[in-house]
């Protein structure tokens, strides 16, 4: 009995030499891996508890607190991939009575390497008697934390940049639910966000935020890229289109969106890979209002394919889809006269005779716009496209209201397409690379040459080719992007977390399919009325 109490004291008196030291390392080691000798990390695990309770409910760099999956312990730290060299900051716990100690200095190591390694690097948590292991890891792409959100509704969200420490962090209340025809069955869920605060009569209001070097908003997308295998075929069709396609008007508005990857953690638990996207909304394609209050332009969103029963879009009945459109920028839809400008649209499309077609061409769609759509959507294999997920916006211009095209949900591109008999209702279909997109109406468009459309559909596509999109430049970008979902460690860990999803990483098979595409559309784009004429033989 004497002998275990002597014992206890020892234990006591060991711990009351030891915790002083250790605690008295929080606030002196700045390095960014706050660490302590091997001994003292020693008798760290000899003598104090181990416990699984959480002691670390805060970890923080340069004083911003970080991401955490709770139930594993893993903390996320975004750092930029633009770099090799660590930044300068540092580590340190943002809970009162804890501090941290890593086993070894890690900013010894490759920043880089270790990042795509996807590699977890441990530390302990301590108190004055407790300790327990967590995991660090650093990831090159932004992260996401949303804290709150039950299925859908109000939370908190939080978006940490990773390639600047300055003004790096923003919050804000917002208001979450899931989008996506499709994807919405998928266990991994897209989300459209809105953020909010209070507003003085106690309700919310929108928080416009400049979010990762996207547009100062309010409204967002997070896109779940479920079914891609490679995680970048929308991202890349964006960044083809927002080249040459998105920007070329004169009503400073931007006919597409932008996407910027994100890894999402959710209620406490990673999430995966995510795009944050713009919507393309009034704002985007910058509608005009009269005496800024009416709208007196329009925006439609065609959703699927149906029937052209053009007396239906004039039905005075309250609704605000018909004929597979869905009126948008923030029309109801009620009032038929709110559908006459797409009516006129689909009217001249639809029309009869080919020359009455070709006449009235330029008083109904902007022409540059329509061909530009059309060559994008050959370039793509826009499968999706033929007959939905394009936005057709009717701009005020000489009296009478012009359509212009913008692409909206390109997942199903560069040889994709969608089968519900497949895993995910998603095909990869090799020959799809020989095929023609029958788009309208920039199909008729061609065949009859309105307004010049196929002459200068052959002008455009030989000066982006020469000058844009050359081989190269698709080597480039696929492998770009492949280096930042993949090198950021992002795409292992989304596997990991979503295993039945699609991840089969052929990028090297993507790159063969858009390099042989564009060389069957370099034969086709420079005979385009034989190769129709061929096509509708068939």
């Known amino acids: 009995m004497i002998k275990k109490i002597i014992l206890f004291l020892c234990s006591l008196l060991l711990l009351a030499a030891v915790v002083p030291v250790l605690m008295g390392l929080r606030g002196e080691n700045r390095s960014l891996f706050p660490m302590v000798t091997e001994s003292a990390l020693e008798k760290i695990r000899e003598n104090f508890k181990v416990t699984e309770d959480d002691i670390l409910e805060s970890l923080t760099y340069n004083g911003e607190e970080l991401p955490c999956d709770r139930e594993r312990g893993v903390f996320y730290l975004p750092l930029s991939m633009a770099e090799e060299a660590w930044e300068d900051g540092h580590l340190d716990s943002g809970t009162p009575g804890t501090n941290i100690a890593f086993a070894y200095d890690a900013a010894g190591e490759d920043k880089l390497g270790l990042m795509e390694e996807g590699r977890e690097i441990p530390f302990y948590a301590y108190t004055k008697d407790s300790v327990r292991e967590y995991r660090l890891v650093v990831t090159g792409l932004p992260v ?11 939370c908190r969200i939080r978006v940490l940049d990773a390639d600047t420490k300055v003004n790096w962090v923003t919050e804000s209340e917002a208001s979450m639910y899931v989008r996506g025809n499709t994807s919405r069955n998928y266990p991994k869920k897209g989300y459209r966000v809105q953020l909010l605060k209070e507003a003085p009569d106690g309700g919310y209001t929108g928080n416009k935020q400049a979010l990762l070097g996207l547009r100062e908003d309010d409204d967002w997308i997070l896109y779940a890229m479920y079914n891609d295998g490679t995680k970048i075929r929308d991202k890349l069709s964006i960044d083809m289109w927002n080249v040459f396609g998105a920007g070329d008007n004169d009503f400073q508005g931007r006919l597409g969106t932008d996407l910027v990857y994100a890894e999402v953690i959710l209620n406490g638990e990673y999430y995966g890979l995510y795009g944050l996207m713009e919507p393309i909304d009034s704002k985007q394609v910058n509608l005009q209002k009269e005496d800024g209050l009416h709208l007196t332009e329009y925006m439609y969103k065609r959703k699927q394919p149906s029937e052209l029963n053009l ?42 005779s080919d020359e009455a077609f070709a006449a009235e061409a330029e008083e109904m769609v902007d022409v540059g716009n329509t061909v530009d759509m059309w060559l994008f959507i050959q370039m793509i294999t826009g499968y999706d496209q033929i007959a939905k997920n394009v ?65 200068l559909a052959q002008e455009r596509y030989a000066a982006l080719r020469q000058e844009l999109f ?17 090198a950021s460690g992002a795409f292992a860990r989304d596997e990991e977390r979503w295993p039945e999803g699609n ?4 990028y090297g098979e993507l790159l063969r399919y858009a390099l042989e595409r564009l060389d069957y559309l370099d034969g086709f784009m420079a005979d385009i009325q034989g190769a129709l004429q061929d096509f509708y033989s068939e």
């Not at 004929?323 to 009516?343: H, M, N, T, V």
């Not at 991840?503 to 052929?506: F, I, L, V, W």
């Open 470 to 486: 050359t081989d190269e430049w698709m080597r480039e970008k696929i492998g770009e992007l492949e280096e930042r979902v993949c």
């Open 144 to 154: 996401i934390e949303i804290d709150g959100l039950e299925e859908e509704g109000m």
């Open 503 to 506: 991840h089969d990483a052929q």
């Open 391 to 455: 936005y057709y916006v009717a701009k005020a211009q000489g009296g009478q209201r012009v359509f212009w095209f913008a692409p909206w949900d390109m997942d199903l591109t560069w040889g994709y397409t969608s089968d519900p008999t497949y895993p995910l209702s998603t095909k990869y279909e090799d020959f799809l690379t020989e095929s023609y997109i029958w788009w309208q109406p920039g199909d008729r468009m061609m065949l009859t040459n309105a307004a010049g459309a196929r002459d």
């Open 311 to 352: 007396s239906e879009l004039l039905d005075p009945s309250f609704t605000a889809e018909r004929l597979g459109f869905e009126i948008k920028g923030g029309r109801e839809g009620g009032d038929a006269a709110d559908w006459e400008p797409l009516y006129e649209l689909l009217r001249w499309q639809e029309q009869e």
